[in-house]
DNA sequence: CAATGAAGGACCC
DNA sequence: TACCAGGGTCCTTCAAGT
């Protein structure tokens, strides 16, 4: 029967899939699954969208087949020797056990519908939804007793539950009562105000739970909107209890290691999420305290990873459904995944997390994308990107920060997407061939982002100008310009400009070819020498990237692309028309989102991913390959 | 032979 | 009627350069 599963796998496989992430939620464990999912497949049946998660559904499951039929040579194999390393593994993780606090997790219930219905109580019995037809955020209880959920599309809502109410996002109103909220767990904090501290706590005969509750009610006076916790000895756990007697409850799991481990055992790892604190982010639901010994820290924000639809059934494959399913195929799980999904789910069996409150708050990259009807005319995929470049320069300002890395995003209305990412000193030094622009290939998009990372300190700005770009880059190497140099102005504030580029000398008038786009300009002097190269720095027209980086490894079908680049205030301006047939020949990746930013606030990011990636890549294929 | 950049995904709310 | 978001983080794989 294991052979025989064919078409009945696939399509419950991506039944499972267009569900849609959030099916385990809270609310939604009476729905009939099967008929919604159904449903949701008959609605969405044909649509492009549906087309690309079959194609993303097949994906998964190659790289699944490829696991099994791995996994059925390892069946056969000795792990003795494997087990030994895994349980040695196992004892030294246990030794790191911390059960020495308390640790909180406080979820809003609903968040967006609770608010909603508290300012229109007549919705309270009726199954409403916040969001648009397009996409709902969040559904309230009613309404996922037809299983509408949040991250469903409204339309598809409405053929579930014809009733529904739909109400608008008012973002600005959440961020409001976010702001009561916090203001509320700032009275609990020693750091914020340690005055009310004793008033609340110092009264040691409260028992956590008692201190919790007494904030969820406070929470509940204050804003008429109810809270979920979750009490253990860790961020995991604490996460994965603010679950239970969700909504209006809350659950303490003892800090002690043989209810822990009873715990997990039974959960199904797809209710597994890991909270980790990151930076403060105002507007969210969710909330974690910590109390120790009669101090209580508040943290607001985070960043929560887990295991999800994708990793769910790998894991299932591999015939693991529960935590405690991950002991018994811990062999097989230490020969298939790479070390680093390996030890997240060691920890996860463990019941290990993370206890800290590193509020490591470095953010690490800011994007901007748009959502549109679907755009073909280059001029209206011009202006809708210098709008969203606009909007992220403007963010970046806010935030006072400046980036070396730009990353643009484009989704056809296939949905494919594809991103294409520069960082800007590289690109200055490496100066791609400047393609010349092909024929006119109008491309249709439904969505444009960009995004800037790799922030830099000012500092750093100040060898990345045109002396850098002279002194590497062959004159050879340049080739002809930009057509359209001139249709996109630079722009006049422009600070990353000021800092990067530095004014070239020129002593005599003469004859002199441009380093970016090569053309000879004749005699011209110092000024307009400078004007030229500002205006072909700041537009720069490039060879594609795609067809020079990408062609290798992705087969193109017509022609590809123009490519402009354009200083706008702190960020880039990126124009591309690619062809519309990408053929992604890349694998899926391996088990995700098993992420728990462990201990060591932040030690170099960079360096750990590489070398685990290398230990990963060495390690692997000496394990898979035996002998 | 480490370090790095780029592209693509998975996951969360 | 309407036809699948937007903002982040981290992980994995590839490829190329010294």
Redesign the pocket.
């Known amino acids: 029967m294991e052979s025989s599963k064919t078409t009945e796998d696939h399509t419950r496989s991506l039944l499972t899939r ?1 569900a ?3 099916t385990n ?1 809270a609310g939604l464990q009476s729905v009939d699954k099967e008929k919604v999912n159904k449903i ?1 497949y008959e ?2 049946k044909g ?4 087309e690309n ?1 079959v194609k ?1 559904d097949a ?2 499951t190659e ?1 699944i087949n490829s696991m099994l039929s791995n996994y059925e040579k390892i069946k056969t194999q000795d792990l003795t020797a494997d087990l030994v390393i895994v349980d040695t593994q196992l004892i030294e993780l246990d030794q790191t056990r911390d059960l020495s606090q308390h640790i909180c997790h406080i ?1 809003m219930d609903a ?1 967006y519908a609770s608010v909603e219905e508290r300012d229109r109580p007549e919705l309270k019995s009726k199954p409403m939804a916040v969001g648009s ?3 709902l ?1 969040t559904a309230n209880y009613e309404a996922r007793k037809y299983g509408v959920r ?4 409204g ?2 809502a ?1 053929r579930l539950c014809p009733q529904l109410i739909i109400v608008p996002n008012d973002f600005a109103k959440y961020t409001e009562v976010s702001g009561q909220i916090r203001r509320i767990f700032e009275k609990y904090d020693p750091d914020f105000s340690p005055m009310s501290l004793d008033e609340y706590v110092s009264t040691s005969e409260l028992t956590v739970e008692a201190v919790i509750e007494q904030i969820r009610d406070e929470i509940f006076r204050e804003t008429g909107l109810t809270a979920s916790a979750g009490i253990a000895a860790n961020k995991m756990l604490a ?1 994965i209890c603010s679950d239970i007697n969700k909504p209006n409850g809350q659950y303490l799991l003892p800090n002690d290691r043989y209810a822990i481990m009873e715990f997990i055992a039974k959960l199904p790892v ?1 209710k ?2 890991v909270f980790a604190l ?2 403060e982010t105002v507007c ?3 909330v974690a305290s910590r109390l120790l010994t009669g101090q209580i820290y508040i943290v607001l924000g ?13 894991l299932e494959a591999l015939e693991v459904k529960t935590c405690g399913d991950i002991y018994t195929q811990r062999g097989i799980l230490y020969k298939l ?5 390996f030890g997240f789910l060691l920890r996860v069996y463990l019941g290990i997390g993370s206890t800290k409150i590193e509020s490591d708050g ?12 679907t755009l073909s005319k280059e001029e209206d995929l011009y202006n809708k990107l210098k709008e969203i470049a606009m ?1 992220l320069a403007d ?1 970046l300002k806010e935030e006072n920060l400046k980036c070396k ?1 730009i ?1 643009i995003k484009l ?1 056809m209305p296939s ?1 494919q ?7 800007i000193c ?2 200055i030094q490496t100066g791609h061939d400047i393609f010349k622009y092909d024929a006119e290939l109008p491309v249709s998009l ?2 444009m ?1 960009l ?1 800037a ?2 922030f830099i300190s000012s500092d750093d700005t100040q060898n990345m100008g045109l002396k850098r770009f002279f002194s590497s880059i062959p004159p050879s190497e340049m080739t002809s310009p930009s057509k359209k140099a001139k249709t996109y102005p630079a722009s006049q504030e422009n600070e990353l400009d000021r800092d990067g580029v530095d004014l070239i000398k020129i002593t005599t008038n003469d004859d002199y070819a441009c380093p970016v786009c090569t053309h000879v300009l004749k005699n011209i002097d110092n000024t307009q020498f400078n004007a030229h190269i500002d205006i072909c720095l700041n537009t720069v027209e490039l060879k594609t ?2 067809t020079t ?2 062609s ?3 087969p193109f079908s017509s022609t590809v692309i123009g490519h402009e680049i354009q200083h706008l205030s702190h960020a880039y301006l990126i124009f591309l028309r690619p062809s519309t047939t ?1 053929s ?1 020949s ?10 728990e ?1 462990q201990h060591s606030p932040s030690p ?11 230990l ?2 060495f390690g ?1 294929s000496s394990r898979q390959n035996p002998g």
């Open positions: 267009l849609g992430p959030s939620k949701i609605v969405s649509s492009a969208f549906f998660e993303r994906a998964v790289k979820d968040f037809l397009g996409m955020t949040s991250a469903m599309p339309y598809i409405m996460k797809r597994v999420s990151k930076h969210k639901s969710s985070y960043d929560i990873s887990g295991i999800g639809r994708v990793t769910e059934r790998i995944l790479s070390p680093i999904n470095a953010r690490k990259s800011i994007s901007v994308e748009r959502t549109f009807s909007k963010d890395t990353t989704k949905f997407t594809v991103t294409r990412s520069k960082t590289r690109y439904r969505l982002g995004r990372s790799s990237i795609l980086q990408r290798a490894i992705m990408f992604s890349r694998k899926s990746c391996s088990v995700s989102g098993t992420n930013p170099k990011l960079t360096t750990a991913t590489g070398s685990s990636s290398l990963n890549y692997n």
